[in-house]
């Protein structure tokens, strides 16, 4: 798969303050023309109002978010290498910073992935995608997501898609939710922090459990141990 921009999108002289400072959306009243053939959800390439080249994204008419970035160079080729190598400096990246049993792999626009969150509960891949473009690949992005885990010895049980975000409507989109392939029990036993979990990936709150949380529930753990043992002694001194 190569996806082959054909359409140019120009910014407007004195627009794209967010894109230029690092974001990665470009908004509908930002945008000074399309050119090119095209649909929604197709890679096109971004310029600046004076032909300078900004970088390759997704466009969706449909959004007020015109144009999510994928990448800054306009010479990228976008194929199975370049969302590939996104996923396993995602996945690297995660290795390094958190416990790896449950976390959230991909973060969208954080991982240069836009439209696109996927958690891992143990075996187990939820994946959600909030974009026309994200849409197009998510599949892709789990086939060789799984591929990379099995590199390490993970080897992925099932995939689940929670879609279900009212936010798709924004994007012209319907909500969506189910199994990507095989069916599977979608009550996922996880280990966190030395608590055991069941995960509902299939109607728990977004997709599942509040991964992102799961320092904020260590640090309250700790203080509420330590809150126990400060009333022992209050307590205990109150004699």
């Keep these: 798969m190569i996806i082959s921009p054909e359409a140019i999108v120009t910014i407007k002289k004195g627009e794209g303050r967010l894109l230029k400072s690092g974001g990665a959306w470009i908004f509908d009243n930002e945008i000074g023309a399309v050119t ?40 990228a080729v976008i194929d199975e290498n370049f969302f590939r190598n996104r ?45 026309l473009g994200a849409d197009r690949y998510k599949e892709l992005l789990i086939r060789l997501l799984s591929e990379i885990l099995s590199e390490d010895g993970i080897l992925v049980r099932g995939v689940f898609e929670r879609s279900d975000s ?21 009550d996922v036993a996880i280990t966190e922090n030395g608590v055991k979990y069941i995960v509902d990936v299939k109607d728990g709150q977004k997709t599942g459990f509040f991964l992102d949380q799961k320092y904020n529930r260590l640090a309250i753990r700790r203080f509420a141990e330590n809150a126990h043992v400060l009333d022992c002694f209050t307590h205990t001194g109150s004699f």
Excluded: Q
Aim: with cysteine; proline share 3%.
């Design 36 to 75: 090119g053939r095209h649909k929604n959800g197709d890679a096109v390439r971004v310029v600046d109002f004076d032909g300078y080249p900004l970088g390759i994204g997704m466009i969706n008419h449909d959004s007020k978010i015109r144009v999510r970035m994928l990448t800054r160079d306009a010479d």
């Design 87 to 131: 996923l396993r400096a995602a996945w690297e990246y995660r290795k390094a910073c958190v416990d790896t049993g449950s976390c959230r792999i991909v973060f969208g626009e954080a991982d240069f992935l836009p439209g696109i969150t996927i958690d891992k509960y143990e075996d187990v891949l939820v994946i959600e995608s909030l974009s």
């Design 166 to 186: 009212k936010e798709r409507l924004k994007e012209g989109m319907e909500r969506v939710k189910g199994f990507l392939g095989e069916p599977f029990d979608t």
